[in-house]
């Protein structure tokens, strides 16, 4: 191992594990506040930074983990590309092994994927200082796939990642959003049905009895779509849902004594019989809550419906914040950990307590 950055890395990993001392793997610290209170002596994976490779016809990137996203979508952006999914930033500083670690997505996600589905190789360091590297630079290469898409949304809790290859989209060429004054119902309701026919739909919002609808691709497919639905187009419209995807909206105005629930259920779900305030993107599949109902009863509502419930801001972060596991799935995260961290280092209980 030649990088001098990576041979500190390795160092403060081995120290780590021979005295069983956590280490907070951190880039930006964008998403600190995300799942459960983590200690331990800080390892910045700001140090290891930049874009290794990336070739605009093959639509893939491969960059270290430290580097900005701001600065990989900058290099994007030049090109007409983009990440696929639309993650959040959540601060300038956020980073490309953050995005990663992190696994959460923006508005783009039902209709484009999730992080994990673009992600085609990554190479991380796991608790014993040894690098590991796990698929390739093409869809086609699937040898130790599972483990890469593994890492997206693990948290840091498997392994420390160094670098990953992901695959990018085009921008679209033609793109406008539509609104409709709808209740909670009608526009599930609507959502539902559109989600049932082939319209250019790649982000959906309902909230405070609107509904809006975002149309991207071909500028015929657009234009059709838009006469088809009706509606009325609205101005600035990237703007409102880059403040969607960063929770900057007034709805996300909350202090952090209220807690944000994040429901994942079936699209066709019905509006659910919880008081506070909603709202919902992702055609129905994810809802956002404030209430002051019990946690028991928020998850235990989701859960019947066939989704889960997590709380995303705000609470005890020092208690359970994901849903529940079952017993044989928590066994399988337990033994997930030991295997890449058999001494339990890297961002202990950041997910679960007993991980």
Request: hydrophobic letters at 40%; charged letters at 20%; proline letters at 5%.
């Amino acid at each position: 191992m030649t990088n001098p950055v990576l041979n500190d890395f390795r160092e403060q990993v081995l120290t780590a594990a021979a005295h069983a001392e956590p280490l907070h793997l951190q880039g930006g610290g964008s998403k600190a506040w995300y799942g459960r209170h983590s200690s331990g002596q800080l390892l910045d994976t700001r140090a290891y930074r930049g874009i290794l490779s990336y070739e605009p016809t093959e639509l893939v990137i491969t960059a270290c983990a430290g580097t900005p996203l701001r600065e990989i979508e900058a290099v994007l952006a030049e090109q007409q590309q983009m990440l696929a999914c639309e993650v959040p930033h959540f601060s300038e500083h956020a980073t490309f092994g953050g995005m990663l670690a992190a696994g959460l997505a923006g508005p783009r996600r039902p209709y484009a994927g999730a992080v994990k589905d673009f992600v085609l190789g990554t190479a991380f360091m796991d608790g014993r200082g040894q690098i590991a590297e796990f698929g390739g630079q093409v869809m086609k290469n699937v040898a130790g796939y599972d483990v890469s898409r593994m890492l997206a949304g693990s948290l840091g809790t498997l392994g420390l990642i160094l670098h990953a290859s992901v695959k990018v989209l085009p921008k679209p060429v033609a793109e406008t959003t539509l609104v409709f004054a709808l209740s909670e119902a009608d526009a599930l309701r609507k959502m539902n049905t559109w989600a049932g026919q082939p319209l250019p739909i790649s982000a959906t919002c309902w909230y405070v009895g609107r509904l809006l609808v975002r149309l991207s691709g071909a500028q015929a497919a657009v234009d059709a779509a838009r006469l088809s639905m009706g509606g009325e187009e609205i101005t600035d419209a990237s703007t409102w849902w880059q403040a969607l995807r960063e929770q900057t909206l007034d709805y996300f105005s909350q202090d952090e004594a209220h807690v944000l629930w994040r429901l994942s259920l079936p699209p066709t779900t019905p509006a659910l019989s919880l008081t506070g305030k909603s709202l919902i993107e992702w055609g129905g599949a994810q809802r956002w809550l404030y209430s002051d109902e019990s946690p028991e009863r928020i998850q235990t509502l989701a859960r019947e419906a066939g989704g889960h419930a997590s709380i995303f801001r705000g609470g005890d972060r020092q208690a359970e914040v994901f849903a529940p596991l079952s017993a044989p799935l928590l066994r399988v995260h337990q033994h997930l950990k030991q295997a890449f961290d058999p001494a339990g280092i890297f961002n202990p209980g950041r997910m679960y307590k007993d991980i």
